[in-house]
């Protein structure tokens, strides 16, 4: 599966739109990408996948550039209780083996 | 319950001793995952189940390491002859057939400490 690069850390404003980059430059056309977050001391949490189309579901909004080569999840309005480790994952359709990076830390602040 | 159930959420272990950790599934889930994260560190995938199929082992770091899934259902975690490096959160996750292949639901983990 593709490799994929994130920044180590960033903050951001409580209320407001947090945007978490991931560079997947070698992704193939059959990975799709995954973003899974990770509260403290909790088992990681699935957010969002997509493949070439952006994606909305209740939690967050996934942009997937039209070249694929990155992407960025969007929190609509960041709470405290978003802060956590984010994971951006490019896994192959018929893979089932997902690889966690070191992924964003992300602070929430009031 | 709803998710996926791990015990003890605690071990804490002499050097040498053998350890159990269980993972209960999520009903129905066919797929069943162990991986292991230490402190501040990333998840590492251990061994895959799907199914009846032969489980995927190839995470496992030693031969001190072993899992069974009985019944398709409730899997063991063993650790033998427990080292100091194994200190770790062992996390189970399960996903279900015909659902999105990368989409785990994962425990709250087993925290395992040798002393």
């Known amino acids: 599966d593709a490799k994929t690069t994130q920044p180590p850390s960033m903050d951001c404003a409580e209320g407001r739109a947090a945007n978490l980059p991931c560079n997947h430059s070698t992704i193939s056309g059959n990975e799709y990408v995954y973003w899974y977050r990770q509260i403290h001391s909790q088992g990681p949490q699935y957010i969002i996948h997509g493949l070439k189309n952006n994606e909305t579901n209740e939690m967050a909004s996934l942009i997937i550039t039209e070249d694929r080569k990155s992407s960025t999840l969007i929190l609509p309005h960041a709470t405290l209780r978003d802060t956590a480790v984010y994971y951006c994952i490019a896994l192959r359709g018929d893979d089932y083996k997902l690889s966690f990076g070191a992924g964003t830390t992300v602070t929430v602040r009031a | 319950g709803a998710g996926v159930s791990q015990s003890p959420s605690n071990k804490v272990t002499e050097k040498g001793k053998d350890v159990e950790l269980r993972c209960d599934p999520i009903s129905g889930h066919t797929a069943l995952y162990w991986y292991r994260q230490s402190l501040g560190q990333g998840l590492e995938f251990l061994i895959y189940?799907?199914?009846?199929?032969?489980?995927?082992k190839s995470g496992l770091p030693s031969d001190r390491f072993s899992a069974e899934r009985t019944g398709g259902s409730v899997s063991t975690l063993t650790i033998q002859r427990t080292q100091q490096e194994d200190s770790a959160v062992y996390l189970c996750a399960s996903s279900q057939a015909g659902g999105i292949t990368g989409e785990l639901f994962f425990g709250e983990g087993s925290r395992l400490t040798v002393l």
């Open positions: 189940f799907q199914g009846n199929s032969a489980p995927d």
